[in-house]
């Protein structure tokens, strides 16, 4: 018995994001005696009220307008710095920081500046030996974000989990390796036994791992985006009212779940509270992006590659039988597939496999075989489970892609990788 | 249909339409496809007293800041509406616009937001194009149809890119020196109607229709100084390796600084315009998810080699008057430059070289390019050892 493989291309196209979140009160902008970025400070200042408000952009963007109703509870005017942190940057369409609507005055602190200022600090310091200031603050900067990125969990929209960011997808593209902050600062004066309305709005552009030729991949592919409460300095004495709205054929997941409230002027509208959570992931694109998920398949010849993604249809894989049709070719003859009424037929040389919408049975050259699950038909697709989407398409496309291969197979094996990112397929034989 | 919003481009480089003039200038914004107009300029019957313009090079940044003295010499007040044209992404660090010492609301459209503004207008134009050539449209719609077959057919989409490419021969559109895929690639954005690739801008500068274009009505065309010559060159970086750290800022795409100001009648006022921009280094993208790392900033910034361009928009002509630009440039002290028109070294300050120039009556936009000091060095000086 041995197992050969095929990899099965990770295909899926995610808006990568990002986590953004509240303002933090800080000190100042570099803490010389313990080397870190923003050191936090504690201030009176209290939320009474917090509305956010998120809308994904043309062009991968989040546009989000957070707006504080801050409280301070003394009989003293209090005067706070906020820092807010920017994951990978930002892009300010408008004044970004507005008290009870007017502009306020403010600095964005790129992560150029801020390791410039991180090294200006270290001068003249104690280092490691051979660590030069501007060495010593890459490594500083570095560590610092990368800690704070990882205190946030992306929401996997097929399988409805919350992962690490690097354990979200199989491939996290490059801007998840990189993962840098920047700041938005400014500073806020509340009188005494007073409050303001601090509002702030700004956009993050997203990346993309691949660049798709189509239309439907490329503009509304799954945005992801985690948003972070800092309710560590900052003391919220309401929940924050959450708001998002998106294109109409957009929908949403997110973690902790909120309700749709319906299409309001073509755009979907979804609210809710957000409470003791600290973070709020949400992941929004067309109900069939947010059922993929990649599959990555362990057995068959080396030279062979079939590009399949599956899609999660009621808490399991399925793959469409579109994909069939990519069997032959290039001097072999090529599978045809035909949408029927009521399934779904395959045909490849000689042979021909029909597929019933909801029946557990197929019919092989006439004969009746079993399924492992019914096909499903959504979206005017057929979709086969993806155990016997592996088991038929290597059935055919033994014969057309590999020749004279062995295609007898003793057991095909499904299963969820440890890690929540993608299916497993394995072939013994 | 038209917007008869009234803009006003000003300053510094603001504004800036390419065919008529330079610096600063009121406009009409108009979204007819049926005329191609865009921007078209309006006259203010303000008056631009004088301009301070001070560029500090920061290597990979360039810092801008400008001021204006302006002033309504008659009797009504003046409201204007400005758009303030940056070649490229400005990176807006503090609050961008003050008019008399007091911060102004302000919106600002990304390269990508005003290229997606005019893309009906542009996406018009290349259909017009299109119907010169049906053979080549139907060639291209088979070759699109190939490229989004589900699954991928890569056979098809060959034997389809072949049967373009003979088209492209047969209708003697190959004489436009354009790649098959970027036909196709302008074909794409065409059908689905959004700005994936810019590849319809250079099918349209490739086919002698490129006055729709942002870039052509704001002056802001790739151009950039040749540092050994001081030649002013055109187009996009070239193949030749050479020369690919050529890009400049002014790549051909503009970002757009909208605010306003009301001019009180007999008054003057001051008004200034703050902004950071990566200077441009060889590597340009008009979307902004594509940002440098930390590494690849300091990468620019310890190449001593590394040559940075900058373009900054010259305007007058929709003002009633404009007076004299003051120009500053600061450089490192390990940096040379170069400049048209020409700036004049005066000396070290707070550690950074210095160069002034007084500009009246600008004819064209402000080119500069930085760089080492070997960058400036022809080959014969170069061979001879010389500075």
């Known amino acids: ?429 | 249909m038209r917007v008869r919003e009234w803009f006003w481009t000003g300053g510094l480089w603001l504004l800036t339409a390419a065919p008529v003039g330079s610096n600063g200038e009121s406009v009409w914004i108009e979204h007819d496809p049926r005329t191609g107009v865009i921007y078209p300029m309006r006259k203010s019957v303000a008056e631009v007293r004088r301009q301070k313009l001070v560029i500090r090079f920061d290597p990979p940044f360039a810092r801008i800041q400008t001021e204006y003295v302006l002033y309504n010499p008659t009797s009504r007040p003046e409201r204007l509406h400005i758009a303030f044209a940056i070649p490229g992404n400005a990176t807006l660090t503090r609050p961008p616009v003050f008019f008399d010492g007091k911060m102004l609301s302000w919106r600002y459209q990304s390269v990508s937001e005003v290229y997606r503004e005019v893309f009906p207008v542009i996406r018009t134009r290349f259909e017009q194009v299109l119907k010169r050539y049906p053979l080549l449209r139907q060639a291209l719609e088979r070759a699109y149809q190939a490229s989004n077959a589900k699954p991928y057919d890569n056979d098809a989409l060959a034997r389809a890119q072949d049967a373009l490419e003979q088209v492209l021969k047969k209708t003697g559109c190959d004489r436009f020196d354009l790649a098959v895929d970027e036909w196709l690639d302008a074909y794409r954005d065409y059908q689905l109607g959004e700005v994936s690739s810019r590849a319809i801008e250079r099918v349209l500068i490739a086919v002698g229709e490129h006055k729709v274009l942002p870039a052509y009505r704001w002056n802001a065309l790739p151009r950039y100084l040749d540092p050994r010559t001081g030649a002013l060159r055109e187009g996009w970086s070239t193949e030749h390796s050479e020369e690919i750290e050529y890009a400049s800022s002014a790549y051909g795409a503009v970002s757009l600084l909208h605010f306003e100001i009301t001019l009180q009648p007999r008054q003057q006022h001051g008004l200034r315009v703050q902004y950071e921009q990566l200077a441009g280094h060889g590597y340009w993208t008009m979307d902004l998810a594509d940002r440098l790392t930390l590494s690849d900033y300091l990468h620019l910034q310890e190449n001593p080699s590394q040559r940075y361009d900058l373009t900054y928009l010259l305007r007058t002509q929709s003002w009633a008057k404009y007076g004299a630009i003051d120009i500053e440039v600061y450089i490192p002290p390990d940096r040379r430059l170069r400049t048209r028109p020409a700036t004049r070294y005066v000396g070290v300050q707070n550690g950074m070289r210095r160069y002034t120039a007084r500009i009246t009556n600008p004819r064209d936009n402000l080119y500069i390019v930085v760089g080492s000091p070997e960058l400036f060095r022809t080959h014969e000086q170069a061979s001879q050892g010389e500075p």
């Open chain 1, 1 to 429: 018995m041995r197992t050969a493989g095929i990899l099965i291309a990770w295909s899926l196209t995610f808006a990568y994001l990002t986590a953004q979140g509240d303002p933090t009160p800080i000190s100042g902008i570099v803490d010389r005696e313990n080397r870190r970025l923003m050191p936090a400070a504690s201030t009176p200042l209290r939320v009474v009220q917090h509305r956010l408000t998120l809308r994904p952009e043309f062009n991968n963007s989040w546009r989000i307008e957070s707006s504080y109703r801050l409280h301070n509870p003394t009989d003293q005017p209090v005067q706070t710095r906020f820092a807010v942190p920017l994951e990978g940057g930002a892009f300010y369409a408008e004044p970004p920081v507005l008290l009870d609507g007017r502009a306020v005055e403010w600095l964005h602190l790129n992560r150029f500046h801020a390791w410039r200022a991180l090294a200006q600090a270290l001068q003249g310091m104690q280092l490691a030996s051979n660590l030069s200031p501007q060495s010593a603050a890459l490594e500083t900067y570095e560590k610092q974000c990368a800690e704070w990125a990882s205190q946030r969990r992306f929401l996997n929209a097929a399988l409805n989990t919350l992962t690490p960011p690097y354990k979200a997808f199989k491939s996290p593209p490059s801007g998840w390796r990189n993962i840098e902050y920047e700041w938005l600062i400014f500073t806020v004066s509340v009188p005494a036994r007073s409050e303001r309305t601090l509002t702030l709005r700004y956009q993050f552009v997203t990346e993309r791992a691949q660049t798709y030729t189509d239309a439907e991949e490329l503009w509304l592919a799954p945005v992801h985006l985690v948003y972070v409460r800092a309710t560590e300095r900052l003391a919220f004495d309401a929940p924050t009212q959450v708001r998002v709205i998106l294109p109409r054929p957009w929908t949403l997941r997110s973690h902790p779940p909120l309700q749709a409230r319906g299409v309001r002027n073509d755009e979907r509208v979804y609210e809710g509270a957000l409470r003791a959570a600290q973070q709020l992931a949400l992941v929004a694109g067309t109900p069939r992006d947010l059922r993929k998920i990649g599959v990555v398949g362990d057995a068959l010849p080396p030279t062979s590659v079939v590009d399949w993604e599956a899609e999660v249809l009621n808490g399991a894989p399925y793959v469409a039988t579109e994909w069939f049709a990519s069997i032959g070719g290039a001097g072999a003859p090529r599978a045809q597939l035909r949408l029927l009424r009521d399934g779904a037929e395959i045909k490849y040389a000689n042979h021909t496999l029909r597929l019933v919408d909801g029946s557990r049975r197929a019919l092989w050259n006439g004969n009746p075989v079993p399924l492992t699950a019914p096909p499903l038909r959504v979206d005017g697709r057929v979709y086969l489970h993806l155990r016997d989407f592996a088991f038929w398409i290597w059935q055919l496309g033994g014969e057309a892609l590999w020749g004279d291969y062995p295609r007898r197979i003793e057991q095909i094996t499904v299963r969820l990788h440890p890690d929540k990112t993608h299916y497993e397929v394995n072939w013994k034989r």
